[in-house]
T-cell receptor
């Protein structure tokens, strides 16, 4: 089945640094979404992207829908300790919905 | 404001036992879905429903059944549990469609011995 590949798999960064992660797929996606999951909880939507080339921000977070519609990236500027968690890309392809494999972020104070 | 409520939070089963995971939402959302989350694999869609009386298969439906008799409830049934179904199960709902924000429950941790 479809698999969204996220990279990097994990990141350890110093507080204040910027973070960049991306997601690629083998097929075209109609929608890209980015979620954050904290331990013991379900994912929470951060940003939704609806068309190729779209660049959207939510506070310190910025995400883009790739021109080829097969990729997306998420940037976090000036990281803080509460950014810790697992970040998932997700999207729609056909009538199905898929999640990426996740990027685990650790912020060192 | 309960949102999406999943019960139980934890469960241990023996191979071959059956069980129903409960999911209820109080937001009058049309879309509801079930995912399983395994280490290193993200969340995978099991079954989903676009409204009461309508269900469809996701990426990994085998071994699971669902029904949607009301807008509020979307139970997931394991007919004969297998160790490969050990996972964390999440239920989610959205107003309408995948591109709308999905509200997730806190998950059910299921172990099959």
């Amino acid at each position: 089945g479809q698999q969204l590949n996220q990279s990097p798999q994990s990141m350890f960064i110093q507080e204040g640094e910027d973070v960049s992660m991306n997601c690629t797929s083998s097929s075209i996606f109609n929608t890209w979404l980015w979620y954050k999951q904290e331990p013991g909880e379900g994912p929470v939507l951060l940003i939704a992207l609806y068309k190729a080339g779209e660049l959207t921000s939510n506070g310190r977070l910025t995400a883009q829908f790739g021109i080829t519609r097969k990729d997306s990236f998420l940037n976090i500027s000036a990281s803080i300790p509460s950014d810790v968690g697992i970040y998932f890309c997700a999207g729609t392809s056909g009538n199905q919905f898929y999640f990426g494999t996740g990027t685990s972020l650790t912020v060192i104070p | 404001n309960a949102g999406v409520t999943q019960t139980p939070k934890f469960q241990v089963l023996k191979t071959g036992q059956s069980m129903t995971l409960q999911c209820a939402q109080d937001m009058n959302h049309e879309y509801m879905s079930w995912y399983r989350q395994d280490p290193g694999m993200g969340l995978r869609l099991i079954h989903y429903s676009v409204g009461a009386g309508i269900t469809d298969q996701g990426e990994v439906p085998n071994g699971y059944n669902v029904s949607r008799s009301t807008t509020e409830d979307f139970p997931l049934r394991l007919l004969s549990a297998a160790p490969s179904q050990t996972s964390v199960y999440f239920c989610a709902s959205s107003v309408q469609g995948w591109n709308q924000p999905q509200h997730f429950g806190d998950g059910t941790r299921l172990s099959i011995l």
